[in-house]
Nanobody, 114 residues
Framework: QVQLVESGGDLVQPGGSLRLSCVAS????????MMWYRQAPGKERELVAS????????YYEESVKGRFTISRDNAKNTLYLQMSRLTLEDTAVYYC???????WGQGTQVIVSS
């Protein structure tokens, strides 16, 4: 049974930082590229960042380049998203996702507000 459990979301001021985590189970984590998506209120879910199986190659959506860092610990079956210099536009529910696995976790809420 696939499980993706996101955590680390919080209320943070603009310019602040957060680290999101996603613990995966039910599939061979180390053999899957992984992705972070987010869905802001009233908007469609969008891809934020992705990382290859080994962690050697990453991709970032333009608006988060230089501010977010995706990483993974295959020994812990855990995906991370380090977010810094947060802006109001980063407010969203953040989800981790494995490609070709039709399952979404519950997400973790990030609210950037002064």
């Amino acid at each position: 049974q696939v499980q993706l459990v996101e955590s680390g979301g919080d209320l943070v001021q603009p310019g602040g930082s957060l680290r999101l985590s996603c613990v995966a189970s039910g599939f061979t984590f180390s053999r899957k590229a992984m992705m972070w998506y987010r869905q802001a209120p009233g908007k469609e879910r969008e891809l934020v960042a992705s990382i290859t199986e080994s962690g050697s190659v990453t991709y970032y959506e333009e608006s988060v380049k230089g501010r977010f860092t995706i990483s993974r610990d295959n020994a812990k079956n855990t995906l991370y998203l380090q977010m810094s210099r947060l802006t109001l536009e980063d407010t969203a529910v953040y989800y981790c996702k494995a490609p070709n696995i039709p399952f979404w976790g519950q997400g973790t809420q990030v609210i950037v507000s002064s």
